[in-house]
């Protein structure tokens, strides 16, 4: 496994809309366990494929006990809504509050290719939509509450950068 740089939300891949994956093979469990380690060894709650430089609709998440590697995720249904603060591995240091549904199902493949459908709610549900905008070139700064501001603060634990 590897740690892989992550790109600041600057650089134009952070626009692109991903490829769907067409076939989950060795190459991309590869990846979903590099960006598994980049995320940890960076303090997140997610990654995205985009984010260390592949343009592929590939997403982890871990939160508390929840880790999940999804490809091609896709949002079936949504209920309710929730503001919360949300920051990104690609904006260290920056937070602002963003509306996400409450409650998700998001339906994808898994690390094996097999179909799943996975019910999430609260920060695992905001960590979901966060991961799965980046897919589409969106990133949370595009869906501030109105009215709010980005907020800088550094004095949060800093996520550690390393390229290997
Ligand atoms: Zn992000």
Excluded: W
Excluded at 32 to 61: F, H, W
Excluded at 141 to 147: C, H, R, S
């Amino acid at each position: 496994m590897a740690i892989l740089p992550i790109l600041p939300t600057q650089h134009a891949m952070l626009r692109r809309v991903c490829s769907r994956v067409r076939k989950v093979d060795k190459t991309i469990r590869r990846l979903l366990d590099d960006m598994t380690e980049s995320m940890d060894a960076a303090n997140g709650l997610g990654l995205s494929g985009p984010q260390v430089g592949k343009p592929l609709r590939a997403i982890v998440v871990r939160v508390g006990e929840d880790h999940l590697q999804l490809v091609n995720p896709e949002i079936v249904r949504s209920a309710g809504e929730l503001i919360g603060e949300e920051g990104c591995l690609s904006l260290p240091y920056y937070y602002g509050p963003v509306a996400r549904a409450a409650e998700i199902t998001v339906q994808a493949l898994d690390r094996n290719g097999r179909k799943v459908r996975r019910k999430a709610e609260g920060l695992l549900a905001r960590a979901l939509q966060h991961e799965i905008d980046h897919l589409h070139g969106i990133l949370f700064t595009d869906k501030l509450v109105e009215g709010s501001e980005l907020r800088f603060a550094p004095s949060r634990p800093a996520p550690t950068r390393s390229e290997a």
